[in-house]
């Protein structure tokens, strides 16, 4: 069934739904991302729509250095993202901490818990950047079909938080 | 009316092979409005089909139980439940006339929203639970008033029969209660500004939340098919009556891409009511309205 | 009424987005990535004390330095550059190796693939540039010596 794989591709590639979750961030990029939305930028016209639930997404965009309460959350978050996924740390207190790198209350870079594919970096990174990794992160996830990542961290079995 | 008629109005014309497109293109055509409303671009053209075949290839959460299993359901009886309406509306002129009465095509516009209802609840989430609530306040709120336009129509025409309510001449009641059908479509559609049960920010993906995947993929292809059912209702009911085929299906399309038209702007122009405010309005305002409409229609039967 | 006029203008004025991939114009005070001239640095660090993420990293050797930076760790604040120009201005230096052009950081896929580094060889000191070597007292940054005022 070639051809349903290519269309399976074209459809992951075009219709990348977001699920934004804020991992102790200072909210400067999340109002870039709600920036990326506004007509100026208009991410709808690659197809993205920014969902209620994890559940609905492929793509997580996580904001923030990971704070240590908010570790549990982010693998919680990323177990209930279904299907073939793909991980966007937007900023660069997600890819390196920033400026936070000494804080007593960080549990590391989000590499350390979440397979990371696209890092946008910029403090706050441009809306134009963010929707620019946005379609780096729907090509991944189009080439990626429905093999899982590789990853050398311990991803926790997947509990049904809700059955 | 054969078999054979039936089974191609029930899956060619208006019925499974034109109304899932019809779905897809009514989906887009409200979200590019809107887009267009405020300034953006909006998505592309085929879109809403990306969105459909993206979702048929996620996984599921496993489900276990009855509970599991109801989940699995509702989504499917949402979608045959709107498929079956979009097909049994009277859009062609009948040979022989359908048997199906007001009441089926009633009952199954009405199955969706509580497909919705118990799909909310049997998800378990407590975001299912208080979206459940919002959709089930919302659903007694405008089907008040939406049952009684329908049957001040009926009541007006002595008939409970599709085809003939479909090419009775046009009363003043008759427009009246297309009014109402109008005033109540955005509750149903879930559009603004009575999308309660949609709301994103205050309860995730309310009666959604835990649905993923192709149940996803059959819900959003059920909102839809009920774009398709309602604009379809009005546009029936709207239509003058042609002789030609063709001629009367192009009108039917035509008449419901005006009717998307017209709920697209409205809305782009509103925003969300609270649950009391969306309420308040059908149960003073419009209950009033449509009493008033079947009391007439009574009235002129009598009468006549 | 006046929802329904904009909602109109609109219309027909049609849409103002941006069609990916264009990007809106950068103004000429926007502080982008960190840009380092190897043959201005004289390798006094300045901006690593500076720096407030640790982007860049200074690591001292006999007769060179390396210098590296890391787009991704950075905050973009403009403080190794105001600390580059300061202690240049000090040294009586015109110019100075660090500055912040308008370019904006591109997205990347891997961990610290940004990263850029520079081994410098230290260059023997050059004399003042010709300034009247007389009345030169050692103030601070905010006396301008006559040749290179006005140079900033």
């Known amino acids: 069934m070639k051809l349903w794989k290519r269309l399976m591709c074209t459809a992951r590639r075009r219709s990348p739904w977001l699920f934004h979750m804020n991992s102790g961030s200072c909210n400067g990029c999340d109002i870039e991302i709600v920036a990326a939305l506004s007509p100026r930028y208009d991410a709808e016209q690659l197809g993205v729509r920014l969902e209620g639930s994890p559940r609905h997404a492929d793509i997580l965009c996580v904001t923030g250095p990971v704070t240590r309460k908010a570790v549990g959350a982010v693998k919680t978050v990323y177990d209930q993202v279904l299907g073939p996924k793909a991980v966007i740390a937007i900023g660069s207190c997600p890819a390196t901490t920033n400026v936070f790198i000494d804080s007593r209350t960080l549990d590391g870079p989000l590499d350390k818990h979440l397979p990371v594919d696209v890092f946008v970096p910029g403090c706050p990174p441009r809306p134009d950047a963010i929707i620019a990794g946005v379609a780096k992160a729907a090509e991944i996830l189009a080439e990626r079909g429905n093999n899982p990542p590789q990853t050398n961290v311990a991803i926790a079995a997947a509990e049904e938080v809700q059955q | ?304 | 009424m006046n929802i329904l006029t904009m909602m109109w203008k609109n219309l027909l004025r049609g849409y103002q987005t941006l069609l990916f991939p264009a990007h809106p114009r950068v103004t000429p005070r926007f502080r982008g990535l960190v840009q380092f001239d190897p043959a201005l640095c004289t390798g006094c660090a300045v901006c690593r004390f500076r720096c407030t993420s640790r982007a860049i990293e200074f690591k001292a050797g006999k007769g060179e330095f390396t210098w590296s930076y890391n787009p991704g760790q950075c905050t973009f604040c403009g403080r190794c550059v105001e600390g580059c120009a300061e202690h240049a201005l000090k040294e009586g230096h015109t110019e100075h190796a660090l500055s912040q052009q308008e370019a904006v950081p591109p997205i990347y896929t891997m961990q610290g693939e940004l990263k850029k580094s520079y081994t410098v060889a230290r260059r023997p000191p050059t004399p003042k540039s010709a300034a009247p070597p007389a009345a030169v007292p050692p103030a601070g940054a905010a006396v301008p010596s006559p040749v290179t005022g006005g140079a900033q």
């Open chain 2, 1 to 304: 009316m054969t078999l054979l008629t039936a089974l191609a109005r029930l899956l060619i014309f208006p019925g499974l092979l034109f109304a899932v497109p019809a779905a897809w293109f009514f989906l887009w055509v409200e979200r590019k409005s809107v887009a267009l409303m405020q300034e953006r671009v909006g998505p592309p053209f085929m879109q809403p089909f990306f969105d459909f075949v993206k979702l048929l290839g996620k996984s599921t959460p496993p489900r276990s139980g009855i509970a599991g299993l109801l989940m699995r359901a509702w989504p499917l009886i949402a979608v045959s439940a709107a498929a079956g309406a979009v097909g049994l509306l009277p859009v062609l002129p009948s040979s022989g006339g359908f048997e199906g009465d007001l009441i089926l095509l009633l009952a199954l516009l009405e199955l969706p929203s509580i497909c919705i209802i118990a799909a909310g609840f049997s998800s378990r989430s407590i975001f299912g639970e208080i979206g459940s609530a919002r959709e089930a306040a919302l659903s007694v709120s405008y089907n008040i008033v939406f049952l009684l336009a329908i049957v001040s129509i009926a009541a007006s025409q002595h008939t409970f029969r599709l085809d003939a309510l479909a090419s009775a001449p046009s009363t003043p009641l008759h427009w009246l209660g297309i009014l109402a059908i109008l005033v109540c479509l955005p509750a149903k559609l879930h559009i603004n500004p009575f999308s309660l049960p949609n709301a994103e920010q205050e309860i995730y993906a309310g009666p959604m939340t835990e649905y993923a995947g192709p149940e996803l993929a059959m819900w959003e292809l059920s909102h839809g098919l009920e774009w398709v059912a309602g604009t379809g209702l009005v546009a029936t009911l709207v239509a003058p009556h042609v002789s030609s085929v063709w001629l009367a299906a192009m009108i039917f399309v035509a008449i419901s891409f005006a009717v998307v038209l017209l709920l697209s702007a409205l809305a782009a122009a509103t925003a969300r009511l609270a649950i009391d405010t969306t309420v308040r309005f059908y149960w003073q305002c419009t209950l009033i309205f449509a009493v008033l409409a079947v009391s007439s229609a009574l009235f002129m039967r009598f009468r006549s």
